[in-house]
């Protein structure tokens, strides 16, 4: 079972963090994405990280993506956050292995879902 926890509202400008943790299943075997969905938009990717790091072009520079295999939970540090950041965050899995797979960033690339973490950035 995926969680994503760690949203809430922030103002422009500011940090949030969020994480993606794991039971029943180890994430260091497993790509791992943080998808959004704002309100009457299709959910879209904003960051994964496989054997490799994928950003989304609106996101890059700001966000960052990183493993912490000892807790089995994978962050998102959103910095400089923006109005239209605002949305609801999820994570995503998709079995990899420990070999050196590299996995895309798209929705159909990711079979588990968490259920998503609402992110609201006021101006």
């Known amino acids: 079972q995926l969680q994503a926890s760690g949203g809430g509202s922030v103002q422009t400008g500011g940090p949030l963090r969020l994480s993606c943790s794991a039971s029943g299943f180890t994430l260091d075997a497993y790509a791992i994405g943080w998808f959004r969905q704002a309100p009457g938009k299709e959910r879209e990717g904003v960051s994964c990280?496989?054997?490799?790091?994928v950003y989304a072009e609106s996101v890059k520079g700001r966000f960052t993506i990183s493993r912490d295999n000892a807790k089995n939970t994978v962050y998102l540090q959103m910095n400089s956050l923006k109005p239209e950041d605002t949305a609801v965050y999820y994570c995503?899995?998709?079995?990899?292995?420990?070999?050196?797979?590299?996995?895309?960033?798209?929705?159909?690339?990711?079979?588990?879902w968490g259920q998503g973490t609402l992110v609201t950035v006021s101006s």
């Open positions: 990280i496989s054997s490799t790091t």
């Open positions: 995503a899995a998709e079995p990899t292995g420990w070999g050196p797979v590299a996995l895309g960033c798209s929705r159909s690339d990711y079979r588990y």
